[in-house]
């Protein structure tokens, strides 16, 4: 296993310990982003036949199995920088290599690649730094196709912990707009921009929670709150969660971004 990761700031730390710890039970919980994901590679159309391929943030690799089963002659470089998350990803086998890098740091030279691909894994690092790094290695007229969460996602758990306490409950995500504004700043085309909010339902708090543990999505930053609530809290917040029940049970809903661009 190659690597490439950059010194850790103290944010890096805390996300890669988190998806080291989600690896063995990512994949039962998946289910949002096993569906992102199938959207994000059927929105590629029929009339690309790239060599390269970078699934950047691969996780568990469902993104590269999925690439591989698209594009069957393709080398596809699958990168994560959770060690335990790339050794799952490495386990299924259907990427080319796998190597440990953070996607704002990338180990591959200038122009070596056809597609750029990351489903799920902008929200979590700058997207500035992830999009020069893609614009870097892609090859004139090499596509990206990346698949984030904007404002909105977690709006129901945001609502239920609002005024709770000073603290994070939900990650800060970037706007569609910001995300297209990063492309085209280093010479990427946008193709295509959507949001698709996409809502799910669970049984009870406990359930949702649980799920955003199992997949290392439960890191709200550095205003993360840090110690359990206390009983008479958390009874509060389950009342106000529970106002939003519908018959399918707790809504969670996550505001899907998609966009895809050439490389000029």
């Known amino acids: ?88 990803a490495r386990s299924r086998g259907r990427a080319s290599s796998w190597i440990a890098a953070d996607v704002q740091r990338l180990p591959f030279a200038p122009g070596t690649m056809d597609l750029v691909c990351s489903s799920l894994a902008l929200q979590w690092c700058d997207p500035a730094a992830a999009f020069a790094e893609a ?16 404002p909105g996602t977690l709006s129901e758990l945001e609502t239920a912990f609002a005024g709770i306490d000073s603290h994070d409950h939900v990650l800060k995500f970037h706007p569609l707009d910001e995300l297209k504004n990063h492309l085209e700043a280093h010479g990427l085309r946008v193709e295509h921009a959507s949001v698709r909010p996409l809502t799910l339902h669970r049984p009870d708090l406990s359930a949702i929670l649980r799920e955003l543990k199992a ?34 049970g707790l809504p969670v809903t996550y505001c899907a971004l998609y966009l895809l661009a050439v490389r000029l």
């Open 215 to 248: 997949i290392g999505a439960n890191n709200a930053g550095p205003r993360r709150r840090r110690g359990i609530l206390g009983r008479a809290t958390w009874r509060q917040v389950e009342q106000r969660y529970e106002r939003l029940r519908r018959p399918e």
């Open 1 to 88: 296993m190659k690597s490439s990761l950059p010194p850790d700031t103290p944010g890096n730390a805390r996300v890669r310990a988190a998806f080291d710890r989600a690896a063995p039970s990512y994949d039962a919980a998946a289910e949002f982003q096993r569906l992102i994901c199938d959207r994000l590679i059927e929105m590629l159309g029929n009339n690309l036949a790239p060599r390269d391929i970078a699934d950047l943030g691969c996780g568990t690799g469902y993104t590269s199995e999925r690439l591989a089963l698209r594009f069957p002659t393709a080398h596809i470089a699958a990168v994560d920088f959770a060690p335990a998350m790339l050794n799952v």
């Open 135 to 150: 614009a870097r290695v892609l090859r004139p007229g090499g596509r990206v196709a990346l698949a984030s969460v904007g």
